[in-house]
């Protein structure tokens, strides 16, 4: 027995086809014009989907309740990336219970796949993932972000406190 | 009933002087060691059973026996720091009867055959060693110390050395390590001191009363001290004993004396006011005695033992019920933290950890698992330090915490002591 | 010899061991922190204890002799809980300074706490403070809050050093490392003392906050300061090379190494380095001329060579100094000797302090193959020093093997003039110095930590060093040079 299918007379036909087709357009048009609060549609840029707030973007370096950045240069997520993009130099601060700190803190954009085992690495919640992932930018342009751009870019408005304090710990003596 | 083997002549001022000394038997003990041989004074001493009255209880004797025999310079030392909180003794022995101990020491020293002595008095005892001090150039001027003494053709030289104010340098090889000019830190055992001591040779350390004895017993025999006591404790001994009782004081009893006359008889019971509740019989460092164990004791080396305690330095500490037994432990972390080394580990570490928890119990502050932990930190702090001082600061809390544990939980679950009442907020230390 | 059974292991020790050490000798581990092989016991941690059978109490293993018959347990639960206990002693009032704290990745506390620790902290009360970046000297930073008061720094400057500059005053938890008034640490030795404490309580400051530890691989090899040789381990990464401690050798060293072989590692570090070949050209008014390719340098200077040599020998005079492996001055002995060039020779540092010996370790002779060099010179039958150089005739053209490591060549600008009268000179060395631009060529050559050969030290032993790493590309060996130069320009003479 052949199984070759024949074309139906119907499917020989044009017309029908596009009106079948039309028709279902038609259909959806109409009703999304009747119920235009349920379009899954959203309107960018002027309306965004709404991320979790785990959600892994942009790097945010917090600052200590003075302004100055709350990382310790101990280098764990230096160590835990697994792109290697994380380049760290420590150095000496004047304040003997401060003690260390990064003077350079870079990050290679391109090379960072946002996997967030730096933020699960850092012990003092010096570094986390932060909301902002739409920062395009053409070649030529700086890819490796260090500080200034981490911790005090304009839109982190001054900087981001961060949850663990030395302070309460050193004044109660532990 | 008091037996006043050495404190017979205590009352009397003239007898801290050479010549009141000499009126009462003085130095007639050390003119008999002269015709023994050392070897039979050393077996004298053994036969009589005296035990070292410092806090350990180990033979004189047989600690004496283990000096090495060869011709190596030997050093005696009197440990006179009694630094063991409860205990004045020494000082009383060294104030009113200074020749009594220069003597036994001239005569244990004839015995281990030792030219050179040492008084190791702590730092605090100033009168102690102004008295001391005048003593023995008392005994110089007379010829009992220096050369050829009494004609017996045996040299001898003693001196005094003071302490600066160290609990422990009680430890003998930390009085050692003091005495050599170094940090006064305690050495590791072995080599013990009998063997390898001061400036690295063979060193005898005794307590005061322990050398004071030697003289009675030379003067009466071994047998007659081992009249009096028990059958392995041997002796007399001058207990300390302090708190609200009617007569606080230095008392010489024979050992295997009830606690119960010591308290009724001789110390006159307990002050109008306050009743009995604890024992700590032989310096803090001794664990506790709840009333019912106390009354039944007698105070002699085996019957503490048995009730796992120690007879210790003598220093009886009588615990009345308007005592927080928290407050009391406050003050002992306290004495232990400050006077810790600083060596070994545990010991500086853990009195440090011990007098911040107790501090926490009795402000009210700490958790109920804090109790359990003060016993667990103690618990894990004996037997593994280079001295026994971390067992002096364990001890007494683990035998608080077990036998009063209600007044811990008290401060913990109700915020107030159980035996003042009060609330932490209100003055309570 | 007695023997003593450990964890169910026979063995024979000698007499007098302590039981600690027959466990290093067996690799059966035990946690310590105050006992070092090269210092006295203290038996201040108690970490070491172990169980030993007929006895009721466990005992430290540092200081308990191993006696006929012995059978100790150093892994039964007893044990084990002990130690955690001890451990947990010696956290309790430790700061948490882990992340900024240079000894993170090699911290005993940190290791034992993951074999024998493992446990949720139980204290909740404030900690001891003391004071932090305290300086006790010129190179070694301390910080009194993590120190566990092992005693091993007091120890070795009482015992080592013999310079009793450190001491532990109060008493207690109050306990603190310090120096006495107006007298800091400032001996020879004294960054030994960072090696030896086993947390991070002193930190060198040369290496202060470079880099962390795991990010840094060793290899061993000689020091190259002076002619003792003393064993060193040199840490390295990509970056370059970033420390240098001392390797334990009976026979040359013990476990220590000089603070002044603690620098010799920064000579090789690119920045210092020379890089290429700098030609100095005369038609441009004695401008220095870089970027040569190496081997078409070699070749010019090969031509030249064989031009003079084949005319007059004597025109060509080479020096050296003893800070190249034996292999290289064999190498380059033979290939000129074999041209006929007999004018060698040999540049001490410093003629006045040549033969001193500060008692520990350090000499005055500040090249690690001074009797290798000697010894190869004596092989090929020649002899001179830079003395005889300086007296005799000028040259037309001078082979110098200059001195890797220039601190130590402290007349180094006075000699430059020196060799001026070599003529041509090619200066083969590892560091740029400005002050070369005067010869004719500079050729890059590798540093130590480099290449692989043998140094001979003042006794004579061969140790030998091995390079571990690349750091100046186009730098070459003497070796490599010697080869060069026969080859280049034809046949051999």
């Known amino acids: 027995m052949s199984v070759v299918k024949r074309p139906s007379a119907k499917s020989k036909w044009y017309i029908p086809g596009i009106l079948t087709g039309l028709g279902i357009t038609i259909k959806h048009m109409l009703f999304n014009l009747a119920h235009r609060k349920d379009i899954y549609t959203i309107e960018y840029p002027e309306e965004r989907y709404p991320y979790s707030e785990r959600f892994k973007g942009n790097h945010i370096l917090t600052v200590k309740k003075d302004g100055s950045l709350r990382c310790t240069a101990c280098m764990l997520c230096a160590t835990y990336c697994p792109a290697e993009c994380i380049s760290i130099v420590a150095a000496e601060h004047d304040d003997p219970s401060v003690e260390k700190y990064p003077i350079s803190y870079e990050i290679d954009i391109l090379r960072c796949v946002f996997c967030g085992f730096c933020e699960e690495a850092c012990p003092v919640d010096a570094i986390r993932m932060g909301p902002e992932h739409q920062t395009a930018a053409i070649v030529g342009d700086n890819f490796v972000y260090d500080i200034n751009r981490l911790a005090y870019r304009p839109g982190l408005k001054g900087g981001v406190l961060s949850k663990v304090d030395d302070e309460e710990r050193h004044k109660k003596g532990l | ?52 009255r410092g806090g350990a209880g180990f033979s004189t004797g047989m600690k004496w026996s283990f000096l090495p025999k060869n011709n190596e310079p030997r050093f005696l030392l009197c440990n006179a720091d009694e630094g063991e909180p409860g205990t004045f003794k020494d000082r009383m022995m060294m104030e009113r009867a200074p020749h009594q101990l220069i003597e036994g020491m001239i005569i244990s020293a004839f015995a281990i055959q030792s030219k050179k002595s040492y008084i190791y008095i702590r730092g605090e005892y100033n009168e102690s060693y102004k008295i001391v001090e005048k003593a023995l150039k008392e005994a110089y001027d007379a010829g009992m110390l220096g050369k050829n003494i009494m004609n017996s053709g045996f040299d001898h030289d003693m001196d005094v050395y003071r302490g600066a104010g160290a609990y422990i340098v009680g430890e003998e090889t930390a009085l050692i390590s003091s005495l050599e000019g170094l940090k006064g830190q305690p050495k590791l055992k072995p080599p013990f001191p009998a063997v390898q001591g001061y400036l690295r040779k063979p060193t005898i350390v005794n307590n005061v009363e322990t050398l004071a004895a030697v003289t009675w017993i030379i003067t009466n025999g071994a047998g007659a001290y081992k009249k009096y006591g028990t059958e392995k404790s041997a002796g007399t001994k001058l207990f300390s004993v302090s708190g609200n009782i009617n007569k606080p004081g230095v008392y010489e009893v024979p050992l295997g004396y009830p606690f119960k006359d010591l308290l009724e008889n001789e110390c006159g019971g307990m002050k109008q006011g306050f009743n009995f509740k604890a024992l700590i019989p032989g310096g803090s460092s001794c664990p506790v005695l709840n009333k019912e164990e106390a009354l039944k004791s007698t105070m002699d080396y085996e019957c503490m033992s048995q009730l796992g305690s120690m007879l210790g330095s003598g220093g009886v500490i009588v615990i009345d019920d308007k005592q927080c037994m928290v407050d009391l432990l406050k003050v002992l972390m306290h004495f232990y933290h400050h006077e810790s080394c600083g060596q070994c580990t545990p010991c500086r570490e853990g009195t440090g950890w011990l007098e911040k928890l107790t501090n926490g119990i009795g402000a009210g502050t700490a958790k109920l698992e804090d109790v359990g932990l003060l016993d667990k930190v103690a618990r894990h702090m004996m037997g593994t330090t280079i001295c026994a001082l971390s067992d002096a600061a364990a001890l007494p809390v683990i035998s608080f915490v077990s036998k009063f544990r209600d007044e811990f939980e008290c401060h913990v679950r109700e915020h107030r002591c159980k035996v003042k009442g009060k609330c932490h907020a209100q003055d309570h230390h | 010899m007695p023997k003593i059974t450990i964890n169910g292991k026979n063995m024979e020790v000698p007499a007098g061991t302590s039981i600690i050490q027959a466990c290093q000798q067996a690799d059966i581990p035990i946690a310590h922190y105050c006992w070092h092989e090269g210092l006295s016991v203290a ?15 466990l005992q430290i293993a540092c200081n308990t002799q191993a006696v006929d018959g012995m059978i100790i347990h150093t892994d039964s639960e007893k044990v084990k809980d002990t130690v955690k206990w001890a451990l947990d002693f010696h956290l309790i009032n430790h700061p948490l300074d882990c992340p900024i704290c240079d000894q993170a990745g090699e911290c005993k506390l940190q290791d034992y706490y993951m074999s024998y ?52 005053f109060n008493r207690g938890d109050r306990s603190v490392i310090g120096t006495f008034e107006n007298r800091p640490m400032n001996n020879n030795y004294s960054v030994n003392t960072v090696d030896i404490c086993p947390v991070g309580a002193l930190t060198s400051k040369d290496f202060r906050f470079k880099q962390r530890v795991w990010f840094l691989k060793d290899f061993e090899t000689i020091c190259n300061g002076c002619s003792t040789g003393c064993n060193v381990t040199v840490s390295y990464n990509q970056n370059g090379v970033f420390r240098v401690r001392p390797r334990k050798n009976e026979a040359v060293n013990g476990h220590w190494m000089c603070d002044e072989g603690r620098d010799v590692y920064k000579h090789t570090n690119l920045e210092f380095r020379l890089e290429q070949v700098v030609e100095r050209n005369d038609e441009l008014g004695g401008a220095s001329v870089k970027g040569k390719p190496v081997p078409l340098a070699i070749q010019e200077i090969s031509k030249k060579l064989k031009t003079l040599t084949s005319k007059n020998a004597d025109a060509v005079a080479v020096v050296l100094t003893a800070q190249y492996t034996v292999e290289e001055y064999e190498a380059l002995l033979q290939a000129l000797t074999a041209l006929k060039v007999k004018n060698f020779y040999h540049w001490k540092n410093n003629e006045e302090t040549f033969d001193s010996f500060d008692g520990l370790l350090l000499r005055g002779d500040k090249n690690p193959n001074t009797q290798g060099l000697l010894k190869v010179m004596e092989k090929y039958k020649v002899k001179g020093n830079l003395k005889d150089f300086e007296k005799g005739s000028a040259f037309s053209m ?14 180094l600008e006075k000699k430059i003039d020196v060799l001026k009268k070599g003529g041509e000179v090619v200066y083969l060395t590892s560091c740029k110095n400005d002050k070369f631009n005067t010869f004719k060529w500079q050729i890059p050559m590798k540093s130590f930590v480099e290449k692989s050969g043998t140094f001979i030290n003042h006794k004579g032993m061969e140790q030998k060093i091995k390079g571990g790493l690349k750091i100046s590309k186009e730098a070459i060996t003497l070796t490599e040079f010697a080869a060069a130069l026969s080859e280049a320009g034809g046949a051999r003479a």
């Open chain 3, 43 to 57: 038996g201040a941690c108690r970490m070491c204890m172990v169980e030993v059978e007929k006895n009721p109490k």
């Open chain 3, 398 to 411: 001078t082979i110098v093997a200059g001195p890797e490591n220039q601190t130590v060549y402290p007349d």
């Open chain 3, 117 to 168: 620790g493992l446990y949720t902290p139980e204290m909740n009360q404030p900690k001891m403070k003391k004071n932090k970046v305290v300086s006790l000297g010129e190179r070694v930073l301390l910080d009194q809050e993590r120190c566990i008061l092992c005693s091993r720094c007091v120890r070795f400057t009482s015992e080592v050093s013999k310079t009793n500059e450190l001491g532990i």
């Open chain 2, 1 to 52: 009933m008091e037996q006043k083997l050495l404190m017979k002549h205590y009352e009397n001022d003239e007898y801290a002087s050479y010549k009141g000394y000499v009126k009462h038997d003085g130095y007639a003990a050390l003119k008999k060691a002269f015709t023994m041989k050392p070897d039979d004074i050393i077996a004298e001493v053994k036969n009589s059973g005296l035990r070292g």
